[in-house]
């Protein structure tokens, strides 16, 4: 069973830019799609931009044109550059890999982006 976990949160101004690592355990160049999800306090998780193997990207309405995500499937490790960051961003955010509505693997902790007035 792969790992997740994920880095780079952190606390930030608003229009500001943070860019998320979430490192796997195991390789993920046979994951076809891999994504980050957020959480608010309060609120269910939700996704926020999936990628896949052949570099497919989609976004959630609320980041598109804000947040990129990538992956690089030698170091096992997705990325999500996040510019030009609002309030309503911070959220705990998370990777996993969606399988059929649901998650493939194990949620990780997490990385906490806070984004300030």
């Known amino acids: 069973q792969v790992q997740l976990v994920e880095s780079g949160g952190g606390l930030v101004q608003a229009g500001g830019s943070l860019r998320l690592s979430c490192a796997a355990s195991g390789s993920i160049s046979s994951i076809y799609t891999m994504a980050w999800y957020r959480q608010a306090p309060g609120k269910q998780r939700e996704l926020v931009a999936r990628?896949?193997?052949?570099?497919?990207?989609n976004y959630a309405d609320s980041v598109k044109g804000r947040f990129t995500i990538s992956r690089d499937n030698a170091k096992n490790t997705v990325y999500l550059q996040m510019n030009s960051l609002k309030l309503e961003d911070t959220a705990v955010y998370y990777c996993?890999?969606?399988?059929?509505?649901?998650?493939?693997?194990?949620w990780g902790p997490g990385t906490q982006v806070s984004v300030s007035s």
């Open positions: 996993n890999a969606p399988l059929m509505g649901a998650s493939r693997f194990d």
């Open positions: 990628i896949t193997n052949e570099g497919m990207t």
